[in-house]
């Protein structure tokens, strides 16, 4: 299913003007309608209000003051908190999706923040830089220093990235920890989804970014 | 001798202050002998009387009605020039046209609290059992007492469900009892630099505001208004000692410094040489002006008994569990007798019980203090959140 059929905001994924951004778009179109929604690391609440217009109930957890007070002063229900040390707050079951979008690579304890993702909520949504993305992998090969992107222009010394991993790594974390992948997509350096299905490997090398819909494994 | 210079009596005779505590500059309800007001101490409070302003307008289906809730020391004027005093209403920052409490908009009711000063029965009250003055007699009374009394009113009113419950400090705490003990009757709650307890450092600094007070002899054991008295010394101590609280140190520093007031040289005496205790002093004697010694002692008692955990078996959660309310909870980053740290308990609480809460932390050097005055990102953040509630609750823009 594409971007464009699903939703009815309009070619947002090929470029079209449009108010959201496309891996939100993407992120949005795998929370069904209705559901109640758990947005950590919410920024400046974009994703929150694409969710709104999708009539979900969303809430948000923001570590920035300038990031939670712009997100209220939009009328969101966003708090400010810590996704290492916040998380731990919240009973299980609350959310029916918990939304991690480009944050988990911030977090101190990506483990044990992935599930707590998929404590509170029976589904989680999880977004990162893939750091096998051939552009990471040339700079560090040929350029010999550590990568810097359109999407992570931060030097290594200042960036708030602590723990840069991969589609592959990702997908063996999500093994080890018996987390179940109901849909996984990459997106390219523009936010849209890579097209043909191929294998992991290629992914990992064309994706800019990784975007999972996890649900929990049967295993435990 | 060394110099001293005392803090200067009242302008404001005690009789023109107590002329607002049985005849107040405002509306008042009035609830009779079949209608007590249950007390936490034991006590049925009967008859009683709530002093309250509104501004704007009830609309059709009584949909658009906002409490605001009064801090320690202040009362029912919100928004309209003091009866006695002559200042500007209180909140007039927040409240008024084209603000974020428009009453054009909203029908805003605001009363004063039981035990207050202003018109709703209070200790400065007459005890129509002796004719004279409650003082001490008067029952000791908490904040659900307050709320129990405002939700009176409410039904009195014939308004079923707030759209929103609004208030600061004490008035903040008053708005957490409201969704404990009424959450079908609170859409939407603005909860501002409050607790859902007071801290022991809290209760310490009220008890030496109480000692103040009692410490002065025209005080005669809560009895002064018999002897035509009013212990102005000790209330202006107590509120002196409070008002360092309201603020910072980093916003005394910016106002005053070490900066003399009216010389150049210290005059070797216990003088007001310094503009910080210039102004305390200022502080001290205006209140007095309008408040009731024994007032400020139930009052702050009131605050010193509250804690909401406590009435749910230790666990805030409960007090919250399943609760549809919408909660903003603010919070300012220099308030240090009503820190974050107790806003972000609450907000762990209300997170625990899955409720709708945004929670915005507000850097300012202003202390406590800042609820009260122009600190527009605060006034962003109010006016935004009614208005997606306003959305969600079914208020149209010119719902009036």
């Given amino acids: 299913m594409s971007v464009q059929e699903a939703l009815p905001l309009g070619g947002l994924a090929t470029g079209q003007s449009g108010q959201f951004r496309a891996d939100h778009v993407l992120v949005a179109e795998m929370v069904k309608p209705g559901s109640k929604v758990l947005d950590v690391g919410c920024g400046e609440g974009d994703l929150l209000q694409l969710l709104e217009t999708r009539g979900i109930d969303g809430r948000g957890?923001?570590?920035?003051?300038?990031g939670v007070n712009r997100c209220v002063a939009k009328g969101l229900a966003v708090v400010q908190g810590d996704a290492d040390t916040d998380l731990v707050n919240y009973p299980d079951d609350a959310f029916d999706y918990v939304i991690l979008s480009q944050t988990l690579q911030a977090t101190r304890q990506p483990k044990?923040?992935?599930?707590?993702?998929?404590?509170?909520?029976?589904?989680?949504?999880?977004?990162?830089?893939?750091?096998g993305f051939w552009k990471m992998r040339l700079q560090l090969l040929i350029g010999g220093h550590m990568p810097r992107t359109e999407n992570l222009p931060a030097s290594w010394y200042d960036t708030a990235n602590i723990h840069f991993c991969t589609i592959k790594d990702f997908v063996e974390l999500c093994d080890a920890i018996d987390v179940k992948m109901e849909r996984a997509e990459a997106l390219d350096l523009y936010g849209r989804p890579l097209r043909l299905r191929m294998p992991w490997w290629v992914w990992n090398l064309f994706g800019e970014q990784g975007v999972f819909l996890l649900t929990r494994g049967g295993g435990k | 001798m060394v110099g001293v210079q005392s803090i200067p009596s009242p302008a404001i005779t005690a009789d023109e202050r107590s002329h607002e505590v049985d005849h107040p500059s405002s509306q008042v309800a009035q609830f009779g002998a079949e209608q007590p007001l249950r007390l936490d101490c034991g006590v049925d409070l009967s008859p009683f009387q709530i002093a309250y302003q509104t501004y704007g307008e009830l609309n059709a289906d009584r949909s658009n009605a906002i409490l605001i809730c009064h801090a320690l020391t202040g009362d029912q004027?919100?928004?309209?020039v003091h009866p006695v005093t002559g200042k500007p209403g209180w909140w007039e920052t927040l409240v008024g046209p084209g603000r974020p409490l428009d009453p054009q908009h909203y029908f805003i009711i605001c009363s004063n609290v039981i035990g207050g000063c202003m018109g709703s029965t209070g200790p400065a009250s007459i005890n129509p059992?002796?004719?004279?003055?409650w003082g001490l007699e008067f029952p000791v009374i908490t904040i659900p007492d307050m709320v129990r009394a405002q939700a009176m009113l409410i039904d009195r009113l014939g308004i079923d469900t707030l759209f929103a419950v609004v208030g600061g400090s004490m008035g903040g705490m008053q708005v957490l009892q409201w969704t404990a003990a009424y959450p079908s009757r609170v859409f939407s709650v603005l909860a501002i630099a409050c607790s859902t307890r007071h801290s022991a450092q809290n209760i310490a600094f009220h008890e030496l505001g109480r000692q103040a007070v009692m410490a002065d002899p025209d005080w005669h054991g809560g009895g002064y208004a018999d002897h035509g008295l009013h212990p102005h010394r000790g209330l202006a101590v107590a509120r002196m000692a409070a008002h360092i609280t309201y603020l910072s140190d980093a916003a005394l520093h910016r106002k005053f410094g070490r900066r003399m007031q009216d010389r150049e040289l210290p005059t070797f005496s216990f003088d007001a040489d310094f503009q910080v205790e210039s102004y305390l002093r200022y502080q001290g004697s205006s209140f007095v002006e309008r408040f009731d010694a024994n007032s400020y002692l139930y009052l702050t008692r009131a605050m010193d008994y509250f804690d909401i955990a406590g009435d749910h078996g230790g666990v805030l959660a409960k007090a919250?569990?399943?609760?549809?309310?919408?909660?903003?909870?603010?919070?300012?980053t220099s308030d240090w007798l009503f820190p974050t740290s107790e806003s972000r308990a609450l907000v762990h609480a209300l997170n625990a019980s899955s409720a709708r809460v945004s929670f915005a932390e507000i850097e300012t050097d202003r202390g406590h203090d800042a609820f009260l005055l122009d600190v527009p990102e605060f006034f962003d953040i109010s006016r935004a959140f009614l208005e997606s509630a306003g959305k969600?609750?079914?208020l149209t823009a010119k719902n009036a």
Wanted: with cysteine.
């Fill in chain 2, 77 to 80: 004027h919100v928004a309209n």
């Fill in chain 1, 112 to 131: 044990v923040v992935l599930e707590n993702l998929l404590r509170i909520g029976r589904r989680a949504i999880v977004s990162f830089p893939n750091f």
């Fill in chain 2, 129 to 133: 059992a002796t004719g004279k003055v």
């Fill in chain 2, 320 to 332: 919250f569990a399943g609760i549809q309310t919408r909660f903003c909870v603010v919070s300012f």
């Fill in chain 2, 392 to 394: 969600a609750r079914g």
């Fill in chain 1, 61 to 66: 957890i923001e570590l920035s003051r300038e």
